[in-house]
């Protein structure tokens, strides 16, 4: 892997162990009087980082904002307890021996808390398709067990994804002005790659391409769709911030996809999903006590071969994804594996997967917008027929639950939780099973929603109508009661 790092950009991200240190680590190359000495502890810092400059993690959204998201989570959830945001720094390192060497002195820091290194190899979640002859339609939306039945959702009310629920996308790049998506940036959006706009094509092509006689339709053709980029205003790469401004514009019961992945730099050198990287976690968690519904890639493995999340251990051995280790942590997040487009469905040879593992989707085949991997040059008109990973299975499930979730509001005026959301996505009672069940193929199931709506939901359709046609619009009131189910 080293002749490969060439075209990395290596970062340390630092949590101070002092809340009171992190407000006044400006005041390193100053004097500065403090109702406790922290002599020690800046010196130690300014040893570790020569010539190095310190940038807070979260720029984004204020402090003062911050504080009042985490406030309203310590409300909604009471067993919410939150990491101090503002004790996130990080430090941009010239290659990949100066990050191991800052890395190694900060661990030896009284300052610092923890610390770790994040690159951005690649992009978001590569493609991995198998061998298989085109599709001339959208098979991932027939009914189950080859698809989630998104057909049958169209004739619900909100099951379009019309109503209140908003949708924000999070990746690095999107072809916005395709003849068959209506998606938004908003003002924390961010910097849109061009890079990887046919990638943020694909994905919103999935969830929302438009009822509109061009084109394919999405699972939810008239969802509220917006975008955030981990490319940021001043120009970095930080999914930690882009995260947190989409936090900063989403409520209760809505969805954010986070299309992207993780290196493991110097421990498996493989990708996991985004929330191996502490700023990540504590984001998505914060997102989870919020009420905000999380979608999460597994991840694919590099060199076409997917990684037991089980077996993956962080820089102090412990294997944070094993539900049965003792040093399990749950981010609250829906994670996602990719598989195979065939019943019965098999794991994706490329696709990550694990007892973490709540569901799984089509990583293979998948009909949507965008030219990919190729480059749609400007075109307007351009689709794929070959997109997957397990970035067209995480959003898959993202339109699954933006679906289950307008058509709860829509029917009781309420909205279900993150951990409501994921029991019933990952349900096997209103699933399809993969094709050894999840004990041994550690992915899973699909989401049915036939099964959703007629078992969970219980709402009775509307018989007849177009998905164009469905509904009226309704004034709902947002409210964050929980649907007991």
């Known amino acids: 892997m080293e002749e490969d790092n060439d075209d990395l950009n290596f970062r340390v991200v630092i949590k101070c162990r002092d809340a009171v240190l992190a407000a006044h680590l400006d005041t390193l190359d100053r004097s500065a009087t403090f109702s406790v000495d922290y002599t020690k502890e800046r010196q130690q810092l300014k040893k570790a980082l020569p010539g190095k400059t310190m940038a807070k993690l979260f720029p984004t959204?204020?402090?003062?904002?911050?504080?009042?998201?985490?406030?309203?989570?310590?409300?909604?959830?009471?067993?919410?307890?939150?990491?101090?945001?503002?004790?996130?720094?990080?430090?941009?390192?010239?290659?990949?021996?100066?990050?191991?060497?800052?890395?190694?002195?900060?661990?030896?820091?009284?300052?610092?808390?923890?610390?770790?290194?994040?690159?951005?190899?690649?992009?978001?979640?590569?493609?991995?398709?198998?061998?298989?002859?085109?599709?001339s339609y959208q098979k991932y939306l027939n009914r189950a067990p080859s698809g989630i039945d998104a057909k049958y959702a169209w004739a619900f009310r909100g099951g379009d994804g019309k109503g209140n629920v908003r949708f924000i996308d999070l990746e690095q790049g999107w072809f916005l002005d395709h003849e068959d998506l209506a998606a938004f940036e908003i003002p924390a959006t961010g910097l849109n790659h061009w890079e990887y706009q046919d990638h943020g094509a694909a994905v919103l092509g999935i969830i929302a391409m438009q009822s509109n006689s061009v084109g394919g339709i999405g699972i939810t053709p008239r969802a509220k769709v917006h975008v955030v980029s981990q490319w940021r205003m001043d120009g970095s790469f930080n999914t930690a911030d882009g995260i947190m401004a989409a936090l900063d514009y989403l409520h209760f019961g809505d969805i954010l996809l986070l299309e992207a992945q993780a290196l493991d730099v110097f421990g498996t050198e493989q990708m996991w999903p985004v929330e191996i990287l502490d700023a990540n976690f504590q984001?998505?968690?914060?997102?989870?006590?919020?009420?905000?519904?999380?979608?999460?890639?597994?991840?694919?493995?590099?060199?076409?071969?997917?990684?037991?999340?089980?077996?993956?251990?962080?820089?102090?051995?412990?294997?944070?994804?094993?539900?049965?280790?003792?040093?399990?942590?749950?981010?609250?997040?829906?994670?996602?594996?990719?598989?195979?487009?065939?019943?019965?469905?098999?794991?994706?040879?490329?696709?990550?997967?694990?007892?973490?593992?709540?569901?799984?989707?089509?990583?293979?085949?998948?009909?949507?917008?965008?030219?990919?991997?190729?480059?749609?040059?400007?075109?307007?008109?351009?689709?794929?027929?070959?997109?997957?990973?397990?970035?067209?299975?995480?959003?898959?499930?993202?339109?699954?639950?933006?679906?289950?979730?307008?058509?709860?509001?829509?029917k009781y005026n309420l909205r279900l939780s993150p951990a409501q959301m994921r029991h019933i996505l990952s349900n096997r009672l209103y699933g399809t099973k993969s094709e050894n069940g999840h004990g041994i193929d550690k992915m899973g199931v699909m989401p049915d929603l036939r099964k959703i709506i007629n078992r969970v939901l219980k709402v009775p359709p509307l018989l007849g109508k177009e998905p164009s046609k469905l509904g009226r619009r309704v004034n709902l009131k947002r409210n964050k009661k929980f649907v007991n189910l």
């Open 61 to 135: 959204v204020t402090e003062e904002r911050v504080k009042q998201l985490v406030k309203k989570a310590k409300g909604l959830y009471t067993g919410y307890s939150p990491p101090n945001f503002t004790s996130y720094y990080f430090v941009m390192c010239d290659n990949e021996g100066e990050a191991k060497e800052i890395l190694k002195t900060l661990r030896k820091s009284d300052a610092v808390e923890l610390c770790y290194v994040e690159t951005h190899l690649g992009g978001p979640p590569n493609v991995h398709p198998k061998a298989n002859p085109l599709y």
């Open 283 to 410: 984001a998505i968690r914060l997102a989870n006590a919020l009420g905000i519904i999380v979608i999460e890639p597994a991840g694919n493995g590099m060199y076409s071969a997917g990684n037991d999340l089980d077996t993956f251990a962080n820089a102090d051995g412990e294997t944070v994804f094993n539900r049965s280790s003792t040093f399990f942590k749950d981010s609250g997040a829906v994670v996602v594996a990719g598989a195979s487009s065939s019943v019965p469905h098999t794991r994706g040879i490329y696709s990550n997967y694990g007892s973490r593992i709540d569901c799984y989707a089509w990583g293979e085949n998948v009909v949507t917008a965008g030219l990919f991997p190729r480059d749609s040059r400007g075109c307007t008109d351009t689709y794929s027929f070959d997109f997957g990973g397990t970035s067209s299975a995480s959003a898959i499930i993202a339109g699954a639950a933006i679906a289950v979730q307008s058509i709860t509001e829509a």
